[in-house]
């Protein structure tokens, strides 16, 4: 018997939201066909993919870094004889600067965009067979999905990503989001179920659904019969979703968190700003005052819901007035979680030429205001819970021996001394202590909870 080819080696970096990390996962789906194997180190790797983002400055600098840091390693490597590494760069920055890439750093051997990433096999051969066509960075998510079958999907353990909606069409000024992903766009109740059925067969108990807009999800129904279809799925017991806006929270949705018992009590629901003002500017198409009745009406349909949200502080023209606003709609909301940036100027998009951009000194010192209520909020909620029998998901091992993690219904880290056949399972924690990012909670009994 001769021994099977050796497998390539894979390394794919994923930055940026959830949707990248589906998408790297898909990546891996496609190239595995081709004999690609995951590595997870760039070092000794056949193919490396930087699956990148583009929302802050910060975010698409780190990109260039690393593919400086890259080339180094592909011709040292090349210099000891050794084979050859090929650099492809995907997601939102390749969506963004395309070719600029590759004048930029001409190390990298293809650029693929977030919906033409099915096409990475062809691309590669090219590239190998050293013909042009090293770009491809079209707006066609129906193709991509076409050919990315669910029956290709692999899960990689008992949570998992699952994307329904791309793109978005809102075009806050600020965000670069409807460029790099182009316009809102869904895919089929019947393919999503397929997926989320496979996921389930692999032994997946809870999936996220995801969509930069993903409550605007345009399937019939909308997302909430959505929801409602896949939590007859046997095996998947939790269903979550991200990234919701506020104008897109509809009726039927509220409903579904106070109806549907998979549907996890987490929302996470970006408000941005707290001053009229701003969110004009920003064109937000919410006010603090739609945003914060929205929030009663979720909490009646679903009291003990767990709210995150994303702010932006420092977007031009924002005085110490409107700060004080966003803080006190947050001190009015009480968030369970929060994430919080500076403005970022970004190229191309209205903000960046706004009139009034806010010094950076002014923008920190802001931002550390906020992040100081923040903390204390994501603290005393996470205190709320010791005494608490929560059921808790377990996922993977913990830290030290014997412990495991998993999270809470409330999307919490959750770490207990369990056994490792208890990964895959809901049982029930009492929580014993708070940190400010997870939980500790004291096996009660090994009685599996069944959602
Ligand atoms: N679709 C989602 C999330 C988009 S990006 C939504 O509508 O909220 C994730 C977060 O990044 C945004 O919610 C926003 O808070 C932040 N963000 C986007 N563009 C930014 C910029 N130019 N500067 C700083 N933060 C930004
Ligand atoms: Fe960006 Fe606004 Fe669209 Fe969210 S809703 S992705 S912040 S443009
Ligand atoms: Fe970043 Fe693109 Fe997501 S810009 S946040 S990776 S949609």
Redesign the pocket.
Known sequence: MSDPAPAKRLFIKTYG?QMNVYDSERMADVLSPLGYAITDTPEGADLVVLNTCH???KATEKVYSELGKLKEMRDERLADGGSRMTIAVAGCVAQAEGEEIMRRQPAVDLVVGPQAYHQLPELIARTHRARGERLSADFAPEEKFDALAPAGRRATGVTAFLTVQEG?D?F?T????PYTRGGEWSRSPETIEAEARELAAQGVREVTLL???VNAYAGEGGLAALVRRLARIPGLDRIRYT???PCDMDDSLIAAHAEVEALMPYL?L?V?SGSDRILKAMNRSHTAQSYIRLIEKIRTARPDIALS????VG?PGERDSDFEATLSLVREVGYAAA????????PG?P??AMPGQVDEAVKTERLARLNGVLDEQARSFNTSQIGRVLPVLFERPGRNPGQLIGRSPYLQAVHATAPDHLIGQIVSLRIESAARMSLAGELISEDLVSA
């Open positions: 939201c929302i802050r400055e978005c809102k806050c600020f965000c670069v989001v969509g930069q807009n990234t919701s806006h996470h970006p941005q949200g994303d702010f932006i977007f994430f919080s940036f500076k403005y970022s100027r970004r998009t903000a960046s």
